[in-house]
């Protein structure tokens, strides 16, 4: 899923300044499921940005409304009238979210509640790992099911650096080397040959270095 | 075509071969390059030029450019760190013009770990694709997109290994790539542990890897046991044991100090030169060119 993260009260604060009626608008997808952008969480900032907007002097006249999934026109027109009713929105969603918002109501300012950090997972209770940069051209089978385009920090794709100690990553003590995973898990599953094999150097073209990307599907197509 | 530098003559005669390190300063000023350089002295096959490892500094090409004018041979440390494969192979070529023979390709620190901690990283290709690149050029005359080039190019290529990567196996995978893709010379980490060294060579020599690259061990002069704790606290490629940490600490004052780890590096070479595999070493400045002459010295070399 995608993973993100409120920004601070004073951020987003200093974003609506010249606002007087908001939507908090929140998504139920992703950044429900990450504790970021869902309906509790409209709620929570909704309450925190009235309570700040009343230290400051004034009062912010807030609505809150969550939608199923902000990056799709059919739920983002259910937002319309809640849209319309108010001068500005503050969006609760990812990235896609914010923009897909941004493009169907082109008059309305869109704010972004969130910082969009990466796709990941749930490692435990409060923790959330960055596991897929979206390179475009998928090396997992090659190494063992980890990434090393996403996981290593100089993202090698012949083995770790000279700086891979005791697992852990030369960058912070707190993260692993994807390669000593890799390592261990080509091993386990039998495919340690894999490694000996020199990988060439991988075209980028099919991540952001080639430009934003778009798929188009013909057969879906009408 | 072999080319012709003095290390790879080295290499070739099997002589003992000596290199050390010059770290570039935040600086455009030629006397002061010059001025470092002549404090290493004479008695050196080539001397490696880094590659912004600490951040920005005097390009590596452009010192090891005015180092080969000099006729002090450069080995020309190229980080995949800071430059995509056009700019890479771009200053290949580059090198060569500028008359440089010998390059040494790594991935650099991370650039986290540099005093320019927010800039972005490339890490287009990494290290032992660059060696393949180099071996391209090299052999074929081809760049990485098949691209003929005009001319003659010749340039020996090396890479560094980290004795200490455990586990061993996968130490020895990564280290056989690096030969594979065409590394003729290997210069290490700096060595401190000799049992761990020797385990790490005879895994090496087992492999028949000896036999087609110069291992030349990195040798690191300590100037007091806290310089130590700092590396090995924030490099984590820095391995140095306790020991080595205790004896500087125990040694004295700064001036005690600073000979205890000249003698600990005297101590290393005299016994690490006569290991089966090891063609050379390799003194690791980190920027104390003034400790090379001394060491040599010390070492009788």
Redesign the interface.
């Known amino acids: 899923m995608i993973v993100a993260q409120r920004k601070i009260i004073p951020e987003i604060l200093e974003k609506l300044k010249y606002h007087k009626k908001i939507l908090v608008l929140g998504c139920g997808t992703c950044v429900t499921v990450c504790l970021a952008g869902g309906e509790r969480e409209v709620c929570i900032i909704a309450s925190a940005l009235r309570m700040a907007s009343k230290l400051h002097g004034y009062s912010l006249d807030i609505e809150e409304l969550t939608i199923e999934r902000q990056c799709d026109n059919i739920f983002i027109e259910m937002a319309a009238e809640a849209t319309e009713r108010n001068d500005a929105v503050l969006s609760l969603g990812c990235g896609a979210g914010v923009q897909a918002v941004a493009e169907r109501y082109p008059y309305k300012p869109v704010y972004a509640g969130l910082d969009t950090a990466f796709i990941g997972i749930l490692e435990e209770r409060g923790v959330w790992t960055e596991k897929c940069i979206a390179c475009g051209e998928c090396v997992l089978s090659d190494y063992g099911g980890i990434c090393p385009v996403a996981r290593c920090?100089?993202?090698?794709?012949?083995?770790?650096?000279?700086?891979?100690?005791?697992d852990?990553c030369?960058?912070?003590p707190d993260r692993e080397c994807a390669?000593?995973l890799i390592?261990r898990r080509l091993k386990d599953i039998g495919q340690?040959d894999r490694?000996?094999n020199?990988?060439?150097?991988k075209s980028?073209n099919k991540s952001r270095d080639g430009g934003y990307r778009v798929i188009i599907r013909d057969d879906h197509r009408i | 075509m072999k080319p012709d530098s003095k290390l790879a003559q080295s290499i070739e005669n099997g002589d003992f071969i000596i290199t050390a390190e010059y770290l570039p300063r935040i600086t455009a000023d030629k006397q002061s390059v010059d001025s470092v350089l002549k404090t290493l002295g004479n008695g050196l096959t080539a001397v490696n030029v880094s590659d912004n490892p600490y951040g920005v500094a005097l390009s590596s090409l452009a010192a090891s450019a005015g180092m080969a004018t000099n006729g002090i041979e450069p080995i020309f440390q190229m980080v995949?760190?800071d430059r995509n494969?056009i700019a890479l192979q771009s200053d290949l070529l580059g090198a060569a013009y500028l008359g440089i023979k010998n390059v040494l390709c790594l991935?650099g620190?991370?650039q986290?770990?540099t005093a320019s901690s927010g800039s972005a990283?490339v890490?287009?290709?990494?290290?032992?694709?660059l060696l393949?690149?180099v071996t391209g050029m090299n052999e074929q005359r081809v760049l990485?997109n098949g691209a003929k080039i005009g001319g003659e190019f010749s340039m020996i290529a090396g890479a560094?290994?980290?004795p200490f990567?455990?586990?061993l196996?996968?130490n020895i995978?990564?280290l056989?790539?690096k030969v594979?893709?065409g590394a003729q010379f290997i210069q290490t980490?700096p060595v401190f542990n000799i049992e761990k060294f020797r385990l790490w060579i005879e895994a090496a020599n087992q492999e028949g890897i000896t036999e087609k690259t110069a291992i030349i061990p990195g040798i690191l002069p300590l100037n007091s046991f806290e310089e130590a704790e700092r590396l090995r606290e924030f490099?984590?490629?820095h391995?140095i044991p306790n020991e080595i940490i205790d004896r500087l600490r125990s040694a004295g004052d700064d001036t005690i100090q600073k000979n205890t780890g000249l003698a600990i590096c005297s101590e290393i070479i005299g016994t690490i030169k006569d290991i089966q595999g090891v063609c050379g070493i390799h003194i690791l400045s980190g920027g104390k060119e003034d400790r090379v002459p001394e060491l040599l010295d010390m070492s009788g070399l």
Do not use: F, M
């Open positions: 920090a100089k993202r090698l794709l012949n083995g770790p650096c000279g700086g891979s100690k005791e852990r030369e960058v912070s390669w000593q390592y340690l490694l000996k020199i990988a060439v150097p980028w | 995949t760190r494969r991935s620190y991370h986290t770990l990283n890490y287009d290709i990494d290290s032992i694709q393949a690149a990485i560094v290994a980290n990567l455990e586990p196996e996968l995978i990564r056989a790539k594979k893709a980490q490099y984590t490629d391995i």
